[in-house]
Structures are given as structure tokens and as C-alpha cells.
């Protein structure tokens, strides 16, 4: 077993960082309280880690290719354990915030590196094994978020979704350090500063834009100017790469197929499997009555299948045809959020499960696939960068999946509002969205209340079947331009490779 202890490592920090991401969700409302601060200022604390994960990704998996993966991964683990020390005993909300950003920095750290280790650690049918594994275990993190994060603040305090993340730390420092192969990197080579700097500045505009627009508007003047910073930072950043002699991305490989499809593939995962779940969770709790722990629960059966899928996916990985299986995947995925988005006003949260259940196996085939097909895009010596890239465009399809499907969420609960003839719709529908139900029905005249009840519950029910409708063409599309780009099996370029994978970790 000793063989299984590189996984381990990386398995640890990936489930912990990616758990990190949903875990604070059900806890504002008790941050709100001990802290004696807004909902609404507290939402940094889930904005400012989405965005530092997102933003930083791509230049730190460059900085692991130049000096050495196994210490920006541990580098990662460290600072993620003293910043979630820090937010877990912040006196305030500025030193919460503060430490969740520093938080992000080293999520993103671990994250660029992961997959670039695990390629480094395994080679033929235990590569793909460990791929299967390490998808199955990010699938479950994305549901056990909000299950952890409601069993830790109900049972002892919102403080210890922080400080669960320090025995983890710790045990995976200590693995990482017992079984991860030391490497040098490329250290002659320099760092593209200016790249990195371009880049950051691109994918953190574009990611507060796109998660921030739903609260401000679209067409505010903060989102605008953000789009348009992230526009001309993204031109500068192309224009380095083009000149630089030592770029972070090599843009010639972007005229590669089979790897760029693999990234479009992957921001449009995230998009079709995973964009739509706050606003599920917001309907099991807002309709439904249901608790944050029932909540995350209704949500297992994508887990579940996701994690068993996956792991059966990993043994034929190494042979199998990446445009299969992650065509496949995506197409099973947008099958599965079309059989979801049948709900009416007296839905309960069963009507979900099948769907559920299709969309996991899609998630447990594609997951794993699309990881393992980046790398072996390109070279191995660029496995960084290249595990930087499918990462941050999984993040930037989590964050502008959300912002789409909110846009049309909210847009048809105001029209069924509107349609039942509920005053002031538009305003109403933004209370909605912001899980404030319970309080808008309160606020109602009693002989109200009964109908403004009826028109609640089928506005949540008519707006989260138009968001499953479009995360489902997203995934039937995604599948399309997969099986049109993707070709090849997963080991074809290593095959190739002049570069032994375990010489260039």
C-alpha cells in the first residue's frame, strides 16, 4: 500500500481546499451573529477564496514548473493551515476576510500542483487508477462542504469549519513529505512575473465581475469596468506570452486539439455539473424548509456515483479514449440536469435524485478524464502549467456558470411573480434569491400570505428548471465539441514524450 501514500498526499489537500469553497455557505448567517456584521459584507468571505483560487492558479503551477512541485504543494499546505488558524480565531470580519484571501493563495498552490504530481507519481494502469481516485475524492468534496459545514456549526461553532482544516494539514504535510519524490524544477528558467501579474489581474476582474454582477446589476458601473479590466488585462497577458521567451502558457499549444478542447471541456464541466447546486440548495431550504445537513444530504446521489464511477473509471483510464469518456461524461451530465428540471410548486427533493444520479456517473467519467487528457496534451516539462490551466478554467466555469444560471433563475421567478400577480416582482425576486422566503412571507399581510406562499413556490420551481435546462444544453454541447476536438488515447503523447514522466518531476 505503501505505493498509494503520493495519492494520499494529494488527495488530502484537494479535498480540503476544494470542501473549502462550499463549507463557509451555511455558516454566514452564524458569522452574521458573533460578528455583528451584514449578510451581505460577509459574502466576501466566500468571494475573496473563489477568486484567489481562481486568479492565481495558472502562476503558481508556472512557479512548480521552475522550482519544484512537491515544495509549492507543501508551501500550499502550510499556508492554508495558518490562514484557516487565523479565520478561525478572527476577532473580526476584516481579519476573516483577510485570512480567507491568504487562504485562496494557498489553495491555489495546492491545486496547480496536484495533477502534475500524480502524474509524476504513477505511470500506465496505476496512473490512471490514481486519476480515477482523485476525481472521485474532489466529487465528494463539492457535496461534503455543506454537510460538514452544517454538522460543525450546529454541533460546536462556525469557527471549526476553519480549524478542521488543521489536523488535515498537518497529516498531509507529514505524507507529502514521507512519499512525494523530491524535483528541482527548471530553476534556470525565469518566472514570467509580468505574465503572472497580467493574468491575475485578467482572471480576478473577471471572476468578482461575474460573481458580484447578480448582486449589482450588469449593467452597473463596478461590473463594467471590471469586464473591461479583465478584457485589457487578458490582451496585455496574450501580448507577453507572444513575446515572451519564457512564457507561463505556451499559446502554440492552444493549437492543439486535443488540449484546448480539453480545457473548453472543462470550464463547460463546471458549468453543466455543478453551477446549478446554490440555487438547489437554495430551493431544498428556502421551499422545502428543509436543514443545511438535509440539504447537502439531497445532494449525495451525484456524490455518491460520482465517487463509485470514478474509481471504476481509473482502471481503464490509461487505455481508454479521452474523447469517450469525456464526451460521454458531459453528455450523461447535461442528460441527467434535463430529467432534473421537471419540478412544480409540490416538488419534493426525490424529484431531483434520479437526475442526480445520471449526472454523477457523467461527473465520475468526465472528472478524472479531462485532468489526465491536459497533460497529456502537452509536454511533461509543462505538466504545471498545464494542471494550472484545466484548474483555472474549472474555477472560472464555476464562477461564470453561477453568474449565467442566476441571471435566468432570477429573470423567471420575476416572470412567474409577475405572471401571478405578486406587486413589485423584480425587487421581490432578488429577496428570493437571497434566501429570504420565510422573511417576505412574514413581512406579508396575513389574508396575503397564502397566495404570495403558492406563487413562492412555483416561481423557485419554474426558475431552477430554466437553470437545468441551460446547465443541460451546456453539457449535450460540451459532449459536441469534445467528440469534434478531443482525440487519441490517454497515454498517446506520454508515449511520445522524450521526457519520462518521474525524470521530470
Known amino acids: 500500500m505503501r505505493k498509494w501514500t503520493p495519492l494520499l498526499a494529494v488527495c488530502l489537500g484537494s479535498f480540503m481546499l476544494l470542501v473549502d469553497v462550499t463549507i463557509v455557505n451555511v455558516a454566514l448567517p452564524k458569522m452574521a451573529v458573533d460578528l455583528k456584521a451584514s449578510f451581505t459584507s460577509l459574502q466576501w468571505v466566500i468571494d475573496i477564496y473563489a477568486i484567489g483560487l481562481a486568479a492565481l492558479l495558472l502562476g503558481t503551477g508556472a512557479l512548480a514548473d521552475r522550482v519544484g512541485r512537491r515544495l509549492i504543494y507543501v508551501g500550499g499546505l502550510v499556508l492554508f493551515a495558518v490562514s484557516s488558524l487565523t479565520a478561525g480565531l478572527a476577532p473580526n470580519t476584516a481579519v476573516l476576510i483577510a485570512a480567507r484571501g491568504v487562504q485562496g493563495l494557498g489553495a491555489a498552490g495546492m491545486f496547480a500542483t496536484t495533477i502534475a504530481l500524480i502524474n509524476a507519481s504513477y505511470t500506465g494502469r496505476e496512473r490512471g487508477i490514481a486519476f480515477g481516485a482523485w476525481g472521485a475524492v474532489n466529487g465528494a468534496a463539492a457535496a461534503a462542504g455543506p454537510i460538514i459545514g452544517g454538522l460543525l456549526t450546529q454541533g460546536l461553532s462556525w469557527r471549526w469549519i476553519f480549524f478542521v482544516n488543521l489536523p488535515v494539514s498537518v497529516a498531509a504535510v507529514t505524507v507529502s513529505m514521507q512519499s512525494l519524490a523530491r524535483d528541482q524544477g527548471t530553476s534556470g528558467a525565469r518566472l514570467d512575473l509580468p505574465g503572472v501579474t497580467a493574468f491575475t489581474v485578467a482572471a480576478g476582474s473577471l471572476t468578482y465581475a461575474l460573481t458580484r454582477a447578480p448582486v449589482i446589476g450588469w449593467t452597473a458601473t463596478a461590473t463594467l ?55 438547489m440548495s437554495l430551493w431544498f431550504q428556502s421551499v422545502r424548509g428543509m436543514s443545511p445537513i438535509g440539504a447537502g444530504l439531497a445532494m449525495v446521489p451525484l456524490s455518491i456515483t460520482a465517487l463509485v464511477t470514478a474509481l471504476l473509471t481509473g482502471r ?31 416538488s419534493s427533493w426525490s424529484a431531483v435524485t434520479l437526475g442526480l444520479l445520471v449526472a454523477g456517473i457523467g461527473v465520475g467519467l468526465a472528472s478524472p478524464t479531462v485532468a489526465s487528457a491536459a497533460l497529456q496534451a502537452v509536454p511533461v516539462h509543462r505538466s504545471g502549467m498545464a494542471a494550472g490551466a484545466v484548474n483555472t478554467m474549472r474555477q472560472l466555469g464555476y464562477a461564470l456558470g453561477i453568474a ?97 514522466a518521474r525524470e521530470a518531476a
Open 404 to 500: 449565467a444560471l442566476n441571471a435566468v433563475y432570477q429573470s423567471q421567478i420575476s416572470d412567474v411573480l409577475r405572471s401571478r400577480h405578486v406587486t413589485a416582482p423584480e425587487a421581490l425576486a432578488v429577496r428570493l434569491v437571497g434566501g429570504q422566503a420565510h422573511a417576505v412571507i412574514a413581512e406579508a399581510p396575513h389574508p396575503a400570505r397564502a397566495h404570495l406562499d403558492a406563487a413562492i413556490h412555483a416561481a423557485f420551481a419554474s426558475g431552477l428548471n430554466s437553470a437545468l435546462l441551460v446547465a443541460g444544453a451546456v453539457g449535450i454541447a460540451g459532449a459536441t465539441l469534445v467528440a469534434v476536438t478531443v482525440r487519441g488515447r490517454a497515454e498517446a503523447t506520454v508515449a511520445h514524450d522524450p521526457v519520462p
Open 316 to 346: 481503464v483510464l490509461h487505455a481508454g479514449s479521452p474523447r469517450i469518456l469525456i464526451g460521454g461524461g458531459l453528455a450523461l451530465i447535461g442528460v441527467g440536469a434535463l430529467l432534473e428540471a421537471h419540478l412544480h410548486a409540490g
Open 225 to 279: 469596468t471590471l469586464l473591461a479590466a479583465a478584457a485589457v488585462a487578458l490582451f496585455i497577458f496574450v501580448v507577453i506570452q507572444l513575446r515572451c521567451s519564457h512564457p507561463i502558457i505556451e499559446l502554440g499549444l492552444l493549437r492543439r486539439h486535443a488540449f484546448s478542447g480539453v480545457l473548453v471541456g472543462s470550464l463547460l464541466l463546471a458549468v453543466a455539473a455543478f453551477s446549478y447546486s446554490p440555487f
